[in-house]
């Protein structure tokens, strides 16, 4: 069985750093690309990024684009997203998403909250 | 980056009705189109990719259909469990934007 389980979230000050985590299991994770979403307070869903099963190719939407970065650790079957330079207009709950056919994303971790204010 | 034009934001049905959503995209996309129901407090849930197909242990009453710019997600008949907000998305390129959602409420 797919599990997907986000951990790393809190409060962080304007201008802090977040580095969120997700762990994976119940399939060969190096074989798909994972990717984040974003939902802020009351908001619809916003894709954030993706990467390349390998690792070797990934992109951001505008709003994350230099001041965030994805990444995998194969070894460990997580998938991580260092978060700098952090807004208040990033408060959201972040899901991370296993990537399936026609890159949609067939898993969602439960999410993980992520609170900037001072 | 590719827009996505989703109708209506809100809409009120009742038991046993058949519902359609719309979804225009800014640009062709092919087939590259994702349908997904969300529940209050819950992740969202994968119904339909590839704009007409659907995702496996998804009821048959989930259906999708269109290609290039005009999707549509059809209910055929409301269950109590299909009151939730539904997401198109499409993923023919990065960023994979996402519609701003339509909320179906119980009339």
């Known amino acids: 069985e797919v599990h997907l389980v986000e951990s790393g979230g809190g409060l962080a000050q304007p201008g802090g750093s977040l580095r969120l985590s997700c762990a994976a299991s119940g399939f060969i994770f190096s074989s798909y690309a994972m990717s984040w979403v974003r939902q802020a307070p009351e908001k619809g869903l916003e894709w954030v990024s993706v990467i390349s099963g390998s690792g070797g190719s990934t992109y951001y939407a505008d709003s994350a684009k230099g001041r965030f970065t994805i990444s995998r650790d194969n070894s460990k079957n997580t998938l991580y997203l260092q978060m700098n330079s952090l807004r208040a207009e990033d408060t959201a709950v972040y899901y991370c998403?296993?990537?399936?056919?026609?890159?949609?994303?067939?898993?969602w971790g439960q999410g993980t909250l992520v609170t900037v204010s001072s | 980056d590719i827009q996505m034009t989703q109708s209506p934001s809100s809409l009120s049905a009742s038991v046993g009705d058949r519902v359609t959503i719309t979804c225009r995209a800014s640009?062709?996309?092919?087939?590259?189109l994702n349908w997904y129901q969300q529940k209050p407090g819950k992740a969202p849930k994968l119904l339909i990719y590839?704009?007409?197909s659907l995702q496996s242990g998804v009821p048959s009453r989930f259906s999708g259909s269109g290609s290039g710019t005009d999707f549509t997600l059809t209910i055929s008949s409301l269950q109590p469990e299909d009151f939730a907000a539904y997401y198109c998305?499409?993923?023919?390129?990065?960023?994979?934007?996402f519609g701003r959602g339509t909320k179906l409420e119980i009339k």
């Open positions: 640009q062709g996309i092919s087939s590259y």
């Open positions: 590839g704009a007409s």
């Open positions: 998305q499409q993923s023919s390129s990065t960023p994979y934007t």
């Open positions: 998403a296993k990537g399936s056919y026609y890159d949609s994303q067939d898993y």
